[in-house]
């Protein structure tokens, strides 16, 4: 009788201890229901067996606490892993989209097409005014005013996508930093979940954190096998094992408590920086065109992947595209402005620095402006009177010595039977090729004084992509510029083909130039056939029309990411209310296990009282 008393009275004890920790727990939850990264705990409790009393009968031994589990779903979780890292990748990419739509408004008041109708206007003046300096002036200044506007707009181009290169640089440095410290975790989790009832709760939450600030960096799988399912509780509840891998691409970054860093190599020239990985047989793996997902994703699909040293540009990328557009249009407005301004008689004729250009390389494959076709080189005497004129053929295999050897050629270009007259008896031209800073310039030079020279295209681009007898210098939005001998002398500005002052036939022609549709040769092959203001319009517009799309699908994301938030918090969070319910519970628990004790105390009493 006395041992099923004290059997008893153990039972109420463990009672006791048992509701302890639960009240603990339930308390503990409580108090981190608003912490950053809190998974809900339950303390499991399970009977502590049975002995056998006798007569087939068999006495309960109290209750146990098992162990002290997170309430985990780890199905949710990952869940809300991919909704972090696509909500993360169109929140950088609308930060930067919106940044770059600020410096390109496509309005009449201020920009690129406000600049370029003033600068048409300026024509316009001088078309009406061909003798005016006051006119010729201010004609230069609006020039400038637009090769400037275009200037800076590439300079912000291109400063959005070096800040976005050294962004790359700082978020491989945290995703490192991140895999890092959960490798330090994976070992402090190890020694700590020694037995099978051990769990490292606060540690394996600590982990899914960083393992959320990995998601919103870059995509990657975590396989912790073996998953452990219990479906004690209202809900299926699911935990990593004590294996972890997680992967990038493929390529192991953490492997339990060992660690693989993404490294960075950067070129000493561009700045680029380029993603790779070191494999433990130390092979070199270009992760750059691979990563994908999160802020990385966002930033690489921006700036570009690939960067070509020759071009000097990135193969793709939102920004290198918006770049190329903008070149595209200057390249364009320098080509055909050129190509009428090289029409208008002059001394003499001088190319661009071209760079690269050796004597014998295809024209057609260094400039894809230039085209198959013919132009003319007319001679004019002091009185502007035509005196000769010669065809210059350029096809496929064309080179820039084949265009001096043509213009040198002795050919009777009058057709007069004389060849003492004709245009080489003029006038000289070379092309000059330094190998040593790898620039080459062309030249058209007179033997004689009191000639001039002009340059009709009839559709090959050559005067005017070159900027021979040009208006304007440059090859691109970056360094476009009016040619310095009109700057530095803006009357010898001429509105006229044959060099004297009673006819405005350029100024007509290079008025009437905002009105043509001309061809802008893309860097990816294609050509679009537009007006000047259509294909800049057609540039805002593509990145009003990218901004908007990405505006759309980052909704969309935080929608998503919202549902799955709240999934989340269901399964894995702390309601407040549900456990106050259950602090109520275990406190009546706790003085139900208490009146137990309190009873058999009264009944050890009643015993002894009985002996004595």
């Known amino acids: 009788m006395g041992n099923n008393i004290f059997a008893t009275l153990d039972k109420g004890v463990t009672g006791l201890k048992a509701s302890e920790i639960?009240?603990?727990?339930?308390?503990?939850?409580?108090?981190?229901?608003?912490?950053?990264?809190?998974?809900?705990?339950?303390?499991?409790?399970?009977?502590?067996?049975?002995?056998?009393?006798?007569n087939g009968l068999e006495l309960g031994m109290g209750t146990n606490i098992d162990a002290i589990v997170r309430l985990h779903d780890e199905y949710s979780y990952v869940k809300l892993k991919d909704g972090t890292t696509k909500v993360e990748y169109?929140?950088?990419?609308?930060?930067?989209l919106e940044e770059i739509a600020k410096r390109f408004p496509d309005v009449q008041l201020s920009g690129v097409l406000a600049d370029l109708e003033n600068y048409n206007a300026a024509w316009n003046n001088f078309a009406s005014n061909p003798n005016d300096g006051a006119v010729k002036q201010n004609l230069i200044k609006v020039a400038q005013t637009l090769t400037e506007s275009l200037?800076?707009?590439?300079?912000?181009?291109?400063?959005?996508q070096k800040t976005i290169n050294e962004d790359i640089f700082n978020t491989v440095d945290e995703i490192n930093r991140v895999g890092k410290e959960i490798a330090n975790l994976n070992k402090q989790i190890g020694r700590q979940e020694v037995l099978d009832t051990d769990h490292a709760n606060e540690l394996r939450d600590r982990r899914d954190e960083l393992e959320l600030t990995l998601s919103k960096l870059v995509s990657g799988v975590a396989s912790k096998s073996?998953?452990?399912?219990?479906?004690?509780?209202?809900?299926t509840m699911t935990d990593g094992g004590r294996n972890y891998n997680l992967?990038?691409?493929?390529?192991?970054?953490?492997?339990?408590?060992?660690?693989?860093?993404?490294?960075?190599?950067?070129?000493?020239?561009?700045?680029?920086?380029?993603?790779?990985?070191q494999?433990?047989?130390?092979?070199?793996?270009?992760?750059?065109?691979?990563?994908?997902?999160?802020?990385?994703?966002?930033?690489?699909?921006?700036?570009?992947?690939?960067?070509?040293?020759?071009?000097?540009?990135?193969d793709g990328g939102i920004l290198q595209g918006y770049k190329d557009d903008l070149n595209t249009f200057a390249k364009t407005l320098i080509t055909h402005a050129n190509n009428i301004y090289a029409s208008s008689a002059k001394s003499s004729v001088q190319s661009d620095t071209l760079s690269y250009l050796t004597d014998d390389t295809t024209l057609t494959n260094y400039d894809k402006n230039i085209q198959t076709g013919t132009f003319d080189v007319i001679i004019y005497d002091d009185k502007g009177?035509?005196?000769?004129?010669?065809?210059?053929?350029?096809?496929?295999?064309?080179?820039?010595?084949?265009?001096?050897?043509?213009?040198?050629?002795?050919?009777?270009?009058?057709?007069?039977?004389?060849?003492t007259n004709d245009v080489d008896d003029y006038l000289t031209a070379n092309y000059n090729y330094d190998f040593r800073?790898?620039?080459?310039?062309?030249?058209?030079?007179?033997?004689?004084?009191?000639?001039?020279?002009?340059?009709?295209?009839?559709?090959?681009?050559?005067?005017?992509?070159?900027?021979?007898?040009?208006?304007?210098?440059?090859?691109n939005a970056n360094n476009i510029r009016v040619r310095d001998e009109l700057i530095t002398d803006p009357s010898v500005l001429k509105a006229s083909k044959n060099g004297t002052d009673g006819d405005n036939d350029i100024a007509n022609a290079m008025l009437q130039l905002q009105y043509q549709k001309i061809n802008f040769y893309n860097p990816d092959g294609t050509v679009d056939t537009k007006s000047l203001d259509g294909y800049y319009r057609k540039f805002t517009g593509s990145i009003a029309s990218t901004g908007e799309a990405n505006n759309m699908t980052h909704n969309t994301n935080t929608a998503l990411y919202n549902a799955v938030y709240e999934e989340f918090q269901s399964l894995n969070g702390v309601n407040t209310n549900e456990e106050l319910a259950a602090l109520i519970q275990y406190q009546t628990s706790y003085g139900a296990a208490s009146k137990v004790v309190t009873t058999v105390d009264q009944m050890l009493d009643t015993l002894l009282g009985l002996k004595s």
């Open 22 to 54: 639960q009240i603990s727990t339930t308390g503990n939850n409580i108090t981190n229901a608003n912490s950053t990264f809190y998974t809900r705990q339950k303390a499991i409790q399970t009977t502590a067996g049975f002995y056998n009393i006798g």
């Open 247 to 277: 992967t990038l691409e493929g390529h192991v970054l953490v492997d339990g408590e060992s660690f693989i860093p993404l490294q960075i190599i950067t070129d000493e020239v561009s700045g680029d920086h380029r993603i790779v990985y």
């Open 279 to 314: 494999t433990r047989d130390e092979k070199i793996v270009d992760m750059t065109d691979k990563l994908s997902g999160g802020k990385i994703g966002a930033q690489l699909e921006l700036r570009g992947r690939t960067y070509d040293k020759k071009t000097q540009r990135y």
């Open 437 to 475: 800073n790898n620039n080459g310039v062309f030249q058209i030079n007179f033997k004689n004084p009191g000639f001039k020279v002009a340059i009709q295209d009839n559709g090959t681009n050559f005067a005017g992509a070159f900027s021979i007898g040009g208006f304007f210098s440059g090859t």
């Open 90 to 96: 169109t929140s950088y990419m609308k930060t930067k």
């Open 385 to 419: 009177q035509e005196v000769n004129k010669k065809t210059i053929t350029i096809n496929i295999n064309t080179t820039m010595q084949d265009i001096v050897d043509q213009i040198n050629s002795n050919t009777d270009d009058n057709n007069d039977n004389n060849t």
């Open 151 to 160: 200037n800076r707009s590439y300079a912000d181009l291109d400063k959005i």
């Open 226 to 235: 073996i998953l452990t399912q219990t479906s004690r509780f209202e809900s």
